[in-house]
Nanobody
Framework: QVQLVESGGGLVQAGGSLRLSCAASGRIFTINVMDWYRQAPGKQRELVAS???????NYADSVKGRFTISRDNAKNTVYLQMNSLKPEDTAIYYC??????????????WGQGTQVTVSS
């Protein structure tokens, strides 16, 4: 079994910064793509940013230039540095990972979510 544990959420004023972390643990052989999603009240979950094992990244247009995704493959951890935060960034942020287990099968895993609240 594999677990993803997020941390780093909280309350911040508009224009501020937060750094989210997501650590994967368990019967992991390797991790392919790692992503951050978010879901605001009354809205669908949306992809914020993704990063491959090799470090290629992709961002939603709404966060380009403000958010940076990175990962430490040795620690099976993905980060999301969020700068110039806006009230519309308020949401629950979820980590997602495409994990190959020790049995060499791929499965998608989700973290429990961490709340980010940006006040105006």
């Amino acid at each position: 079994q594999v677990q993803l544990v997020e941390s780093g959420g909280g309350l911040v004023q508009a224009g501020g910064s937060l750094r989210l972390s997501c650590a994967a643990s368990g019967r992991i052989f390797t991790i392919n793509v790692m992503d951050w999603y978010r879901q605001a009240p009354g809205k669908q979950r949306e992809l914020v940013a993704s990063i491959t094992t090799g470090g290629s990244t992709n961002y939603a247009d709404s966060v380009k230039g403000r958010f940076t995704i990175s990962r430490d493959n040795a620690k099976n951890t993905v980060y999301l540095q969020m700068n110039s935060l806006k009230p519309e960034d308020t949401a629950i942020y979820y980590c997602n990972a495409d994990v190959m287990s020790l049995s060499r099968t791929y499965k998608d895993y989700w973290g429990q979510g961490t709340q980010v609240t940006v006040s105006s």
